[in-house]
């Protein structure tokens, strides 16, 4: 039997602790399942917590968690980045632990040590979970911030313009990663920066985004393909614009970009078949995977990025991942427009 991998390991760790997400947990359930080895490690997991559940504790307030992660940023050499910040947490839960539990002379000292282990959980676990996800926000940012530059490049070298490509009425904006000579994909356009090499396509992967199977476009040539080589291969949701729209820099208020719409994890594959999506409750409600579903970054035309636990952005309260006379039970066909430039769709 094949050894459970680390993401396997780590998302185990997490179910034990309640920290996954609604998808983690489902994961995490499926796993158990169906893999002895990883029925064995969460019963070792649940076996060392089982003293924990006599002890009522309370959250670690977000703020604290913010102020822990600022100072421990303060603290490092001005030349220490983000990305060794990172390097350095993983090593810390990668690394092998031997414990060793000893034999106490009496119950004070059980009682004691009982105490020590409640406040290091309670409070040390939640932390650095917290951190490790605004580690990974922070970088999806500085992502958003380097297409932004790319864009503005573009637009530098192209009349003040926003890449576009013809788009004909009715085309079907899902169809990311058909290269056929028909512009199929609201995709298409973001290709445009990568193809002429204003933005590395690399940029389009979210770091937070826990896939089975990680993207990498080691091997490709960009210039071989006219759109992202499949879905998968972009990981945000681009604005479509109004087609009555009459702007087309990037001077006002707007969205932009986000992390992925919930929508385009349950499109087809298959360009060849039609796209008959219901939308339900639990769509309409959903926050994108990339962050575990806790929220989304979202890039607007002026380059901030702001990251929301909600689905809209802080100028405005339109849902920018589906259409205003959306609603549950709504049928998509794959080709609607916004009607207005107020209404912000998102999309794949």
């Known amino acids: ?61 977000h703020e604290l968690t913010e102020r822990l992660f600022s100072r421990l940023k303060e603290t490092l050499p001005a030349d220490t980045s983000e990305e060794r910040l990172h390097d350095l947490l993983a090593a810390e839960q990668s690394a092998p632990r031997r414990i060793r539990i000893p034999l106490w002379r009496n119950w004070t000292e059980v009682a004691a040590a009982a105490a020590a282990v409640v406040l290091f959980v309670s409070v040390l676990f939640p932390s650095v979970g917290y951190m490790r996800q605004r580690h990974w926000q922070t970088r999806c940012g500085a992502q958003f ?129 039609s796209l008959k999506l219901q939308l339900c409750e639990a769509l309409l409600k959903a926050n994108s995977i990339n962050h575990n579903d806790r929220g989304q970054n979202v890039l607007l035309y002026d380059g901030s990025v702001e990251f929301t636990r909600h689905r809209y952005a802080s100028i405005s309260e339109d849902d920018i991942y589906i259409l205003r006379d959306m609603s549950c039970d709504t049928q998509l066909s794959g080709c609607e427009l916004p009607s207005c430039d107020a209404d912000i769709f998102l999309a794949p």
């Open 1 to 61: 039997m094949t050894p459970l991998s680390s993401q396997q390991q780590q998302l185990l760790f997490d179910y034990s602790f309640g920290l996954t997400s609604e998808r983690e947990t489902v994961e995490a359930r499926k796993l158990l399942s169906s893999n002895p080895q990883a029925e064995e490690l969460y019963r070792s997991f649940q076996s060392t917590l089982a003293p924990l559940d006599t002890v009522e504790l309370e959250a670690c307030p």
């Open 145 to 273: 911030a380097s297409i932004y530059s790319g864009y503005r490049n573009y637009m530098a070298d192209h009349d003040m313009r926003m890449p576009s490509m013809p788009i004909t009425a009715g085309s079907p904006w899902w169809k990311v990663g058909y290269q056929g000579a028909e512009n199929h994909s609201n995709t298409r356009q973001v290709w445009l920066v990568v193809r002429q090499g204003y933005v590395q396509p690399d940029k389009f992967l979210c770091p937070g985004r826990r896939d089975e199977h990680p993207i990498s476009f080691d091997g490709l040539s960009v210039r071989n393909f006219n759109d992202f080589p499949s879905p998968a291969y972009i990981q945000f949701s681009v604005r479509i614009a109004c087609p009555t729209s009459n702007s087309r820099g990037m001077t006002q208020k707007m969205v932009l970009m986000a992390d992925r719409n919930p929508l385009s994890e349950k499109l087809p594959s298959d360009h060849s078949t």
